[in-house]
């Protein structure tokens, strides 16, 4: 292998089960392919982004973790056409600041934009407009990807089957190279909000059903440790992109002005975690009641709306070396008990951290393992190492399969293997194509190979090399 | 491998036998164990701690026989376990027998004994994981040192300092294995009633084995690097080993 190479502990968003892998960064798409399709070596490797997915999807203990944030180039930007095509390793900070200026906006945008195009595709990552607008892959015309077996392109149109697995495949049928997104197209780079607050949570899950067709972008951010009749206190945040006739006349001259603010910095890892239920509790409270009781049409530049945390870069650090993880669930509509039940065991348990969100997926998409399905999903931070967490989220685990639901692997750290078959029903379907793809186990993860989700090779167990 | 618990898959137990490492793998079996490998001296006890592993979901359970004292053993071992598990998430080092009592119980073949089984058969043994463990770029190294290693007493001056031994070994090795992926836990247990102490008078603060487990289990969670059983013996070790020695000299026992 030509490309540079050193060991280096990796770890998720969330700080835990780290392991050392052997890190390479190719430089250009031919040495990326000399790793996963010429050379293939004798390690089992994962590509990685950004490092944004909260678990262990992104690293390979004792193998090769290709980091694909050096090909980050934007190919061709059609404006007539609103697509893009770009490098897989571009993210979507780089991709709002071609973009935005020109009238136009990713499809789908997680809720941090330092993530790669190639790990959104990976992870099938949705956003606050799922309701409306899917998951990313449904605004994919094409990707290049590239398999042990062969360079691979595929489209909803060709190669469905490789297409289908790949999104959401957790990038194990193959290294995403290339992809055409089709955009949308904006007037302004400014949103207009309307929030409020509502009580609890049976009211916040009928405000979020009703008129939902009304925003493009719906979330609800949920106190994890209210409880009683507080419990599932929210604020309501809905909006759509503003056109240039709503901005006030002297902001019209330049709508499309992006201000993405250099991220202020947490400038040391602490020791001990910050976030304990005390403090995050005090938070939660203050961050409720400022926001007024209802408010319409509050102008917010996009980065505020839609990037919140990005303000704070290395916020994670905040948890403490122990770390944290994000328990993320959807369940099916009628199955709103559950996610009453789940929030209830958090609160009492103190388990919750900063403020949860909630939100109403739309239509199920067509990715072998893609998360959303029409439902409920919930997303709480939950700080690892206190006592009783782990079979508390076994506890909730049940209740979510029991209940028709499953969680999210870019997000997940710890659920136990028997379950997956039965929260991702196409699983079987995804490893036929996986094996076509990829026969000799080479791509693999410690995500992987923690729940089973399809047969990885071994290292050599050679007591060199260390 | 480890979840973001801490709690391990697979699992290499050394003094697999023992009361210990039965009630530790008994909880893990309850989290994610999957696989283990038992290998110990005491047939019986790893018989009989296999045959539970297997009723509580184990799905294999390996039970070798191992005498950590023959160290030209103990690299082929480590081979093994790893190649059967393919990969390995937990060392759970369980070995340790008392020593001579007192001085008429003395001899160079028992000290002898004592410390090639409570430190530097042990100490042997992790060694020959460390490389495959490093290689891995995960895993975790639990080893059962005791509080007698903290200040050598009197009464077990023998196995207290071979304790001694294998504590700072462990802390030692952990500091060497920073960033590595691999971390290790020093549990220091106080009295515990098991096999080995039966017949002897408890000392306080003495605990059942069943406490140590939780004990340990708590310490993967947490990934703590020293777990004091019960955490009480932190402090009062603390200040025992301030104690002059005319006074610690006295203590009866």
New interface residues.
């Given amino acids: 292998m030509n490309v540079a190479s050193r060991r280096e502990l990796l770890a998720g968003w969330g700080r835990s089960a780290a392991s050392r892998a052997t890190l390479v960064r190719p430089e250009t798409v031919s040495e990326l392919e000399d790793l996963v399709v010429r050379e293939r070596g004798t390690l089992p490797m994962v590509a990685r982004g950004l490092g944004r997915s909260y678990g262990d999807a992104a690293q390979c203990g004792g193998g090769l973790v290709v980091d694909c944030t050096g090909l980050n180039r934007i190919l061709e930007l059609d404006v007539g056409t609103t697509k893009v095509r770009a490098q897989a390793g571009v993210s979507v900070d780089e991709l709002l600041r071609w973009l935005v200026p020109k009238g136009l906006f990713p499809p789908v945008t997680p809720g941090t934009r330092f993530v790669t195009l190639g790990g959104a595709i990976a992870s099938d990552v949705h956003g606050k407009n799922h309701h409306v607008d899917g998951t990313v892959s449904r605004h994919l015309d094409y990707l290049r990807i590239a398999t042990p077996t062969g360079l691979v392109e595929c489209s909803p149109t060709q190669r469905d089957d490789v297409f289908w697995a790949t999104c959401g495949g957790m990038g194990l049928t193959g290294v995403v190279l290339e992809a055409v997104l089709r955009l949308l197209p904006i007037e302004t780079s400014t949103m207009l909000v309307d929030t409020e607050r509502v009580d609890d949570l049976d009211s916040c899950m009928a405000r979020l059903s009703e008129d939902q067709d009304a925003y493009r972008y719906s979330v609800a951010w949920v106190d994890g440790l209210a409880a009683g009749r507080h419990l599932g206190r929210s604020v309501l945040t809905r909006a759509n992109h503003a056109v240039v006739a709503d901005l006030p006349v002297n902001a019209r001259h330049d709508p499309l002005r992006l201000d993405l603010r250099r991220p202020l910095q947490v400038p040391v890892r602490p020791p001990i975690s910050f976030l304990t239920p005390r403090t995050v509790a005090a938070f939660n409270e203050l961050w409720y009641r400022r926001t007024p009781r209802h408010r319409t049409g509050e102008m917010v530049p996009l980065a505020s709306f839609f990037y919140p945390l990005d303000g704070l870069a290395g916020w994670n650090l905040l948890y403490g070396p122990r770390g944290f993880t994000q328990y993320q669930f959807v369940v099916p509509l009628g199955a709103e008990a559950t996610v009453r039940a789940v929030l209830e065991r958090l609160s009492k348990a103190r388990a919750a951290s900063f403020l949860a969100v909630l939100k109403r997926f739309g239509e199920e998409g067509r990715g072998h393992l893609s998360f959303p399905t029409e439902g409920w999903t919930l997303a709480l931070d939950v700080p690892l190492g206190s006592p009783g967490l782990g079979v508390l989220l076994d506890c909730l685990d049940e209740l979510v399969l029991s209940a028709g639901g499953r969680v999210y692997l870019a997000k997940d750290g710890r659920v136990r293997p028997e379950m997956l078959a039965s929260m991702y029903p196409r699983l079987a379907s995804w490893l036929e194509i996986r094996e076509s793809l990829d026969p000799e186990g080479v791509l693999g993860s410690d995500l992987a190979r923690r729940v089973g989700l399809c047969s990885v090779r071994r290292p050599s167990t050679s007591r060199a090399g260390a | ?7 391990p ?1 697979t699992a290499v137990v050394i003094g697999g036998g023992s009361q210990i490492a039965r009630d530790t793998m008994m909880l893990l079996a309850d ?2 164990l ?1 696989a283990v490998v038992l290998a110990g001296r005491d047939e019986a006890g790893l018989q009989a701690t296999a045959t539970e592993l297997r009723a509580r979901g184990v799905e294999r359970v390996l039970t070798w026989s191992l005498d950590v004292t023959e160290t030209d053993r103990l690299d082929a071992f480590a ?1 093994r376990a ?2 059967e598990l ?2 390995v998430d937990l060392v759970l080092m369980a070995v340790g027998a008392l020593g001579p009592s007192d001085l008429d119980a003395l001899d160079a073949k028992n000290v002898c004994r004592a410390a090639a089984t409570n430190f530097s058969g042990p100490a042997a043994a992790l060694a020959a994981f460390v ?2 463990l ?5 895993g975790r190294i639990v080893v059962l040192s005791s509080v007698a290693g903290v200040r050598a007493r009197k009464a077990n001056f023998v196995y207290g300092a071979a304790k001694a031994g294998i504590d700072g070994f462990a802390l030692g090795l952990a500091d060497a294995l920073e ?3 691999v971390g290790v836990t020093v549990v220091r247990p106080g009295f515990v009633r098991t096999k080995m102490t039966t017949g002897l008078k408890a000392a306080p603060f003495a605990v059942e084995s069943q406490f140590v487990a939780e004990a340990i289990v ?1 310490g993967l ?3 703590a690097s020293v777990v004091w059983v019960p955490p009480v013996l932190r402090v009062v070790l603390a200040l025992m080993r301030l104690l002059p020695r005319g006074l610690w000299r006295r203590i009866p026992g």
């Fill in positions: 491998m480890i979840d973001a618990n801490g709690m898959q989290r994610r999957s081979e790893a190649s393919g990969s490389a495959i490093r290689a891995q770029g995960t960033g590595s992926g708590r969670e947490t990934e």
